[in-house]
């Protein structure tokens, strides 16, 4: 009886099974931690303040960011006293104590027997800031012009408030001012730079070019000069209120409302609350710029930068990997080139990528984006414009790498389609390209899709090679803006990949910038499965279209 079950081939069929489900299980597992360790550092974390009998170090105030029960004797080796304590293990807590510019480091370690008393008051206020981090402590007054405008405490969070909010505004005011008009100021500047230059090399420079370019230049010095003042009428306005702090040592702490984004009383909230805020930081991230050497702040450069570099890529790798699939699947011939055209195509999925990223530097970078210099941009040199690593040498770069896995998927599809229908339609007197275009290419899309996607799914996690090619650590603008020609391939990016890798082994704070690594990481596998599930829903579309054909 076992030998025939055995015989059957149901014992290999419930061990694929099974290892199918185990595998699917250990994935769904390592997301769910991701995404446990990623999105709870958006949830407002309790703020505590602790006591302590040790006299140089009575009152700690900060966030609790990780428990953990360690052995004594480890304490002891690592030259703690441990004279007082009786257990085997001690529990001790990670806590970010924020307030940089009065601590050597935002976070520090507490054990659990120096604590005299462990609260939560529901006046500690944590206020988010532009720069030096997070500020802990107690909400002491608000001032306007350095003069309190308090008259009652209990009022004291809405005037917080109100005054944070028109901070923010002019912030945000002269935020725009100088991503915008001086921007294209400064723009326009330096190609009246570049025209002098162009007209030079071209012995074309007279009198009348510069008098011309003199005045160009002249309108926009004045425009810039009235931009400015503007500028810095906002900041000023912005300066004008301040809040007043107690921190942990108990003495006041003056900063201008300008530097402070937010404020949250963790401990004085309710759920409803708590969930707003978590949901308001998740934007938050998804849409500013970081901070703080990319421990703070948002990744949206990093979201755009990707989402652009993806689909620039598409636009490349499509039409190349679908029509050399269709040269080596409809028109050449069945012999021994063609076989190790395909086994070449074959071997350079397997090809490590930073191979193509040294590629991409010494043929994209340095040839032809040198090429393209001497030949378009003679008055930019010896400053490069396509010389030098960017987002169009990164496409390219991508393109060649995942032009195997879309020409692949590509002549798999075309090998589905049987070849009566080609017959039919040459039959009946079309020539072979319209039978390939309005016939073979429809049905074969559901592949053609499935490898465009894998691609792109591919090239949105891919690090190594765009660390050659056109990625940065922080990029002064975005590829696409107001100036023309509006799109600016020559420039650098920020990737959602590299990110990871810089806050994660890069970064000056590790402890502050191993949330944000999780986090990232998540909203990156979040893109990617989207990317999927899309394929997979627009590939069995597109075969429930086509299928009476195949038959």
Do not use: C
Not at 170 to 178: F, G, H, P, Q
Not at 270 to 275: D, R
Not at 299 to 320: E, K, R, Y
Not at 422 to 439: D, H, P, V
């Amino acid at each position: 009886m076992m030998n025939n079950w055995f015989k059957s081939g149901s014992p290999w069929i419930w061990m694929t099974a099974g290892s199918v489900s185990v595998a699917l299980i250990a994935v769904l597992g390592l997301v769910a931690l991701i995404a446990w360790r990623g999105l709870s550092f958006f949830w407002p974390a309790d703020i505590y303040e602790f006591h302590f009998s040790d006299t140089e170090r009575q009152t700690l105030i900060g966030e609790i960011y990780e428990r953990e029960r360690i052995p004594v004797t480890r304490l002891s080796d690592a030259g703690v006293d441990v004279s007082e304590i009786d257990d085997e293990f001690v529990v001790r807590y990670l806590v970010k104590i924020g307030n940089r510019e009065f601590v050597p480091l935002d976070f520090t370690w507490v054990l659990e027997p120096d604590v005299v008393r462990l609260e939560t008051p529901k006046d500690l206020v944590v206020l988010e800031r532009a720069r030096n981090g997070n500020f802990y402590g107690y909400l002491h007054d608000v001032l306007e012009n350095g003069e309190s405008v308090v008259t009652d405490q209990a009022d004291i969070k809405v005037e917080l408030r109100k005054r944070m909010q028109r901070a923010l505004e002019l912030r945000n005011e002269a935020e725009a001012i100088s991503k915008g008009p001086i921007a294209r100021i400064n723009y326009q500047l330096d190609q009246l730079r570049l025209d002098r230059r162009r007209l030079e090399l071209n012995n074309s420079y007279t009198d009348e070019a510069e008098a011309e370019i003199q005045a160009q230049e002249e309108a926009l010095r004045n425009e810039y000069r009235e931009v400015e003042q503007a500028l810095f009428a906002v900041r000023a306005e912005s300066e004008r209120d301040g809040v007043v702090m107690i921190d942990m040592r108990g003495e006041q702490v003056r900063m201008s409302m300008n530097m402070v984004l937010n404020a949250t009383w963790s401990n004085d909230i309710n759920l409803l609350q708590k969930w707003g805020y978590f949901f308001s930081q998740i934007g938050k991230f998804l849409t500013e710029d970081p901070r703080e050497s990319n421990t703070e702040g948002g990744v949206f450069p990093a979201i755009f930068g990707t989402v652009f570099m993806v689909l620039l890529m598409s636009v490349i790798v499509t039409p190349f990997g679908v029509i050399a699939a269709i040269y080596l699947h409809e028109y050449a011939g069945k012999n021994a080139i063609t076989k190790l055209i395909r086994i070449a195509v074959i071997n350079l999925a397997g090809v490590p990528s930073i191979v193509y990223g040294v590629f991409g530097l010494g043929f994209f970078v340095y040839m032809v984006g040198g090429t393209l210099d001497q030949i378009f941009y003679p008055e930019s040199l010896p400053n490069p414009t396509f010389g030098t690593p960017g987002v169009l040498w990164s496409a390219l770069t991508l393109a060649i790498l995942t032009l195997p896995v879309v020409i692949v998927s590509t002549e798999e599809g075309l090998s589905r389609i049987p070849s009566a229908v080609r017959e039919g339609s040459l039959a009946l007197g079309a020539t072979k390209a319209e039978t390939i275009w309005r016939i073979i290419l429809p049905m074969a899309s559901p592949a053609i899709m499935t490898g465009l996607i894998l691609a792109v799914a591919r090239a949105a996690g891919e690090v190594a090679p765009l660390m050659l090619v056109g990625v940065v650590k922080s990029a002064p603008a975005l590829p696409v803006d107001g100036n023309f020609p509006f799109l600016h391939l020559d420039r650098k990016f920020m990737h959602l990949g590299f990110h990871i890798y810089d806050v994660g082994f890069q970064s000056p704070n590790v402890e502050a910038a191993r949330p944000l690594v999780y986090a990232t990481s998540f909203l990156l596998i979040t893109v990617i499965v989207g990317l999927n599930l899309t394929a997979i829903g627009v590939r069995n579309r597109l075969r429930e279209k086509f299928r009476a054909l195949e038959h």
